[in-house]
């Protein structure tokens, strides 16, 4: 995936040959890094160096140990599915401003259980939840004041509430054994887009470390949260699928392997 570009930057006399080393993680993701320019009239005047190999040799980005690369994401991306399924309730850690805190996305109005109504919730019933599940594999909910309760009419309370983040799903890959997810947030008014990485450690508990921009900071980990790794949140997400209405991608795994052998 690598190009041999031939660069001509008006007002100067020389042209460049620079190469561009594109790796695509996903369909809406793409990331490239830029090689040192090249005098183009060395290799005209000699016929028998081929500029390719040369100028996109692996010395030609650089002698440092960490390369960097530019990332680009489609925008508006494609909704892609998520790389985990489920119902979760998490434990959050990080700043005080970037916790997940209960809102109304897009406005001010207050929470319909709030300012005296009559729809109220005891706080035995509150939980915290994070879920993609049924026919939203594709976005990850999450609600940090989740209601189990319900009306003297027998209806979910939840039902008269918004879930406080919705983060679409926009790509996902695996590098250096991590593994990275791109989330877009329409409601979010600064940094759309963000950078995830998760781990799973063991069959009902995964790790998930939110960036504070754009980009996933080099020394990021899943349980990463302090800003000088690159990172504001950590969730410990612990699977909470009451019904089993939306078991989990590992839980259908391992039924799929029982059923084989």
Not at 3 to 18: A, M, P, S
Not at 152 to 166: F, K, N
Not at 197 to 223: H, P
Not at 234 to 245: A, G, P, Q, S, V
Request: glycine share 6%.
């Amino acid at each position: 995936n690598q190009y041999l570009v031939r660069t001509v930057t008006k007002g100067e006399c020389f042209d460049y040959f620079i190469c561009l080393d594109f790796k695509p993680r996903h369909q809406n993701v793409l990331q490239y890094r830029k090689s040192k320019s090249f005098m183009a009239r060395i290799y005209d005047d000699s016929k028998k160096r081929d500029p390719f190999y040369e100028v996109c040799a692996w010395t030609s980005f650089g002698g440092d140990a960490i390369w960097k690369y530019n990332t680009y994401v489609l925008y508006p991306p494609a909704p892609t599915e998520c790389p985990f399924t489920g119902i979760y309730r998490f434990k959050q850690t990080g700043q005080p401003a970037s916790k997940i805190q209960t809102r109304i996305r897009g406005g001010y109005t207050p929470l319909p259980r709030d300012g005296g109504w009559y729809i109220t919730c005891r706080p035995e019933f509150l939980e915290s939840q994070f879920s993609v599940c049924g026919d939203q594999t594709k976005v990850m909910n999450l609600d940090v004041e989740y209601c189990r309760e319900m009306d003297p009419d027998g209806t979910p309370i939840r039902q008269y509430e918004m879930i406080d983040y919705v983060y679409q799903c926009a790509g996902h890959w695996r590098e250096n054994s991590r593994s990275y997810l791109i989330t877009f947030d329409r409601d979010e008014p600064f940094h759309k887009f963000r950078c995830w990485i998760y781990e799973r450690r063991d069959l009902f508990t995964i790790y998930v470390s939110r960036s504070i921009g754009s980009a996933c900071g080099f020394n990021q980990t899943s349980s990463s949260y302090r800003p000088e790794d690159g990172a504001d949140l950590f969730l410990e997400l612990n699977e909470n699928e009451r019904i089993r209405k939306c078991r989990s991608d590992i839980f259908f795994t391992v039924l799929n392997r029982h059923m084989l052998f």
